[in-house]
């Protein structure tokens, strides 16, 4: 468990003295309370330069003791340990020669449990809970004879709950946390109530309930915000740890470079080395060992400096992981079993335990299986609050030690009993982005368990079933209605208001800088809000080989791949498995980007002809070369219909401009799972809906021309009205420009005349439409997560429950958009299935007709 994290300064007992220093003193206490220790530091040292330099008066020597105290705190932020708990000396000295009574008695167990504040926050967790207790014990009995004041009491309750934290005692943090809440709603403490509200999503972190946690921190920062808003980069600090516990390190990312800008510039040193540490954990997960590295390296000066040895020391595990992430092979396991042994010294049992793990990876790469065992050996087992990625690295562990001994069985249980303990943490996330990201920490540990199927045996069905328990799980769990929250509402109001402002900005040549921010903040603001406000009900099973093999009949499935041997593909025809090889997987995907670029190029519809022919010839030539790339496992599928899993880049190819496939059937889905779900269920719904959007002169014509296939169809235009004809619908078209946003896909948007229709909003309609077609630009790119976890625009209607979703990989030009969906739609409506008639209306044109049919 890490080292704990900022606690609250704690006021001395209210107490007459000496004017201006007593003044100065309420002045700096806020100040530290508010998260500015740099500035109470200031203000404490004027404080003291105020009272006699000797003086035998007791207001005067009550007053510096209470200045002292406050300033230990201060200085042990922002100079060392050492210095605040120097001062703390001189204020036990101090209180020794006041005369017996209720200023004596009240400020001895206040020193107490300052001294364990500041050893709290340098990693001498053991030391400060034997303090903390001591000194809450004797303030309890001030409390309860009406000597000690309720925030004294309370804030010393926060902070003893903060080190049981890092002890790991967590029904001791939760009770004094909750006592805290009960103090401060009784006496009018506000700020005092949200820091226990923080402190209960750390709890709530660290037992894995993320969502909660989350929902946590959000209300910490309503809070904050408005009663100290210096304290909301702490609150986003441990929002982005818990943001990596799920694997979100994009977004854990964002978060902490929020927060070092602050940090930064009000010089707040253990909190900006936090944030560094955090954020070269999330550049671990990014895979820039390099940043890591740097980030790391930088805060371990900084903890070191301030005499915090137990976060020095979590900093050099940070390093030694990048290092390893680099090469297992250069790193050293002496060196890693050195810094075990001294992050268990400073009581940090679970990291010490990662650096036997990091210890025994580099022997087993090293061929020394034996070391590795005797490592291994050494590592106590998980326990309840074990974290998700450590967990997942013993399970590596054991894994690459089976492959060194030559026992590739074993190795495969290890990665089976892995990915299932990793499905019983993504169970109990909330939202989209959660279910996804979870994949990040089985990453490596599935790779290496398909990669040993693959070079070991070459069984295709084995092969097969890796595939589908390691990839695309978000589309495994059932969707439930999401829960109604106004404030989400608001939000996403406020982004479309913000996006049309930008838009009309950008069109009138007007800086859009400040709208950008904006833009992005609520985007922020709304995936953060989504995280405990959108819920997934059970996971269905993973589909095994017999019952898709069943489902298919006469059609065929190709399975792709990508691993350290190349592309390879699992067809599956004719009720047969058969493993292929394809050649380097660099090759291919490259191709697939430039035959994306070449067919976006070629889009629009009024382009020269000379120009129309120069990028056809190049694009036709990328289409038959990555055709004869895969014409190995096109060739064993023959003339039947197909089923694609793509992988990497090939989520971006529109498959019937292949001239293998051109005119045929291809549905695209992101595992034979999900397309075993979307094949499935009861289709019962009537409803129409026939959407155009705003500048878009051919979507008035193209609506009007499906009404009359479509008679009784509903036309709705604004976004609330549209969002209720979707809910429900058998069949939707929408006909409107629209953006794929790659870095934050479900902000993907469709344009209506009152603004963007957000991807995100789409996850939360009730009933998902049944067939959804998207002829806009782009709308079926995907941002592809670890795991193959494909989110975007058509991903979010899949996995909310929509059975198909036809949409563009590409660019389209308007009147090529129309031209098809006119003899698309009366293939449809003519009972067609909708990827048969598809392939019928993108035969005459594929290269400008990129449409995919995703789903069943």
């Keep these: 468990m890490p080292p704990p994290r900022a606690a609250v300064p704690v006021a001395p007992p209210t107490a007459t003295g000496v004017q201006l220093a007593s003044e ?196 910490t920062v309503r809070e904050f915000g408005a009663l100290a808003p210096d304290l909301v980069h702490r609150v986003r600090i441990d929002q982005a740890r818990t943001l990596l516990a799920a694997g979100l390190a994009d977004e854990a990312a964002q978060h902490l470079d929020e927060a070092l800008g602050v940090l930064r510039k009000r010089r707040v040193g253990q909190d900006l080395a936090e944030a560094e540490l955090a954020r070269a954990a999330a550049a671990l997960v990014q895979g820039d060992p390099g940043l890591a590295r740097e980030l790391a390296t930088r805060a371990g000066r900084r903890f070191t400096r301030r005499g915090s040895t137990s976060w020095a020391e979590l900093a050099a595990l940070t390093r030694m992981r990048a290092e390893v992430g680099v090469s297992a092979r250069t790193a050293t396991p002496a060196r890693a079993v050195r810094l075990s042994a001294r992050l268990d010294a400073v009581g940090l049992a679970d990291e010490a335990a990662l650096a ?117 799980q978000v589309y495994r769990y059932e969707p439930l209605p999401a829960i109604d929250n106004p404030e989400l509402a608001r939000r996403v109001a406020e982004l479309r208001t913000v996006s049309r402002a930008v838009q009309a900005a950008r069109l009138e040549g007007r800086p859009v800088e400040e709208l950008s921010s904006r833009f992005e903040e609520l985007q922020r603001e709304i995936t953060r809000l989504g995280w405990h406000t959108s819920v997934w009900g059970r996971p269905r099973p993973v589909a095994s080989f017999a019952d898709v093999a069943e489902a298919l009949g006469e059609r065929a499935m190709v399975s792709f791949v990508a691993g350290v041997d190349g592309l390879s593909a699992v067809a599956v025809v004719a009720g047969r498995a058969t493993l292929v090889r394809l050649g380097p997987a660099a090759e291919l995907f490259e191709l697939a980007r430039v035959l994306h670029a070449d067919l976006d190029v070629l889009a629009p519809d009024h382009l020269p002809p000379p120009l129309v022919a120069a990028v056809t010839a190049s694009a036709s030539r990328r289409a038959r070369a990555l055709d004869e790339l895969l014409a190995p496992v096109f060739d064993l599928v023959g003339a039947r219909d197909l089923v694609v899993v793509p992988t990497g880049d090939l989520y971006a190819v529109p498959w019937g401009a292949l001239p293998s496939l051109r005119g045929r059937s291809v549905v695209v889905t992101p595992s034979a799972t999900a397309w075993l779900t979307a094949s499935g269920g009861v289709r019962s719904a009537t409803r129409v809906a026939l959407v155009g959007g705003p500048d878009l002169p051919e979507a008035l014509g193209e609506v009007r021309g499906l009404r009359s296939i479509y008679p009784t169809a509903a036309v709705p235009s604004t976004v609330a009205d549209v969002l209720s004809a979707l809910d429900g619908a058998r069949l939707a078209h929408i006909a409107a420009h629209g953006a794929h946003v790659a870095d934050n896909a479900l902000f993907s948007r469709l344009e209506l005349y009152d603004g963007s229709l957000f991807a995100h909003e789409t996850a939360r309609l009730s009933r998902a439409p049944e067939t959804v077609v998207l002829a806009a630009c782009s709308l079926a790119l995907s941002h592809i997560r670890p795991g193959d976890e494909a989110l975007g625009f058509a991903g979010a209607l899949l996995a909310s429950g929509s059975h198909t979703v036809v949409a563009a990989v590409n660019r389209v030009g308007d009147h090529s958009a129309a031209v098809t969906m006119e003899t698309f739609h009366k293939q449809l409506a003519a009972g067609t299935p909708a990827a048969t008639a598809l392939a019928e209306a993108t035969a005459v044109d594929p290269l400008r007709r990129p449409f995919v049919c995703y789903g069943s």
Excluded at 55 to 84: C, F, K, P, Q
Excluded at 361 to 368: D, Q
Excluded at 422 to 435: E, K, P, Q, S, T
């Design 24 to 219: 100065l003193h309420v002045q700096a206490f806020r100040a530290a309370s508010a998260g500015r220790p740099a500035d109470a530091v200031k203000l404490l040292r004027r404080a003291l330069g105020a009272l006699p330099v000797t003086s035998g008066d007791v207001e005067a020597t009550t007053v510096r003791i209470r200045i002292l105290i406050t300033l230990s705190y201060g200085e042990a932020e922002t100079v060392s340990v050492a210095d605040g708990l120097a001062h703390l000396g001189t204020a036990t000295d101090l209180v020794s020669v006041l005369p017996d009574g209720d200023v004596k008695t009240n400020l001895a167990p206040v020193i107490k449990c300052q001294q364990a504040l500041v050893l709290h926050r340098a990693g001498r967790t053991a030391e400060a809970l034997a303090l903390y207790d001591a000194g809450i014990a004797e303030l309890e009995a001030g409390y309860a004879a009406g000597a000690v004041p309720t925030q004294s009491l309370a804030g010393n309750l926060v902070n003893r709950g903060l080190t049981s934290i890092a002890f790991g005692l967590l029904e001791d943090a939760e009770r004094d946390m909750r006592r805290t809440i009960a103090l401060a709603e009784a006496d009018d403490l506000p700020l005092m109530k949200a820091k226990a509200l923080h402190n209960l999503g750390d709890i709530a972190q660290l037992t894995g309930d993320v969502p909660t946690a989350l929902r946590r921190y959000e209300e």
């Design 356 to 472: 036997t793990m990091l210890a025994a990876r580099m022997a087993s790469a090293r061929g020394a299986p034996a070391q590795a065992r005797a490592l291994l050996d050494q590592v106590p087992l998980p326990g309840p609050i074990t974290p998700i990625d450590h967990r997942m690295l013993l399970r590596l562990c054991r894994f690459e030690l089976a492959v060194v001994e030559g026992r590739p069985l074993d190795a495969l249980d290890e990665a089976s009993a892995g990915l299932a303990e990793l499905g019983r943490v993504r169970d109990r996330m909330g939202g989209l982005d959660l279910l996804s990201g979870t994949a990040v920490h089985g990453r490596e540990l599935g790779e290496k368990a398909v990669g040993l199927v693959l070079s070991s045996c070459g069984d295709a069905r084995a092969a097969f079933d890796w595939l589908e328990r390691t990839r695309a």
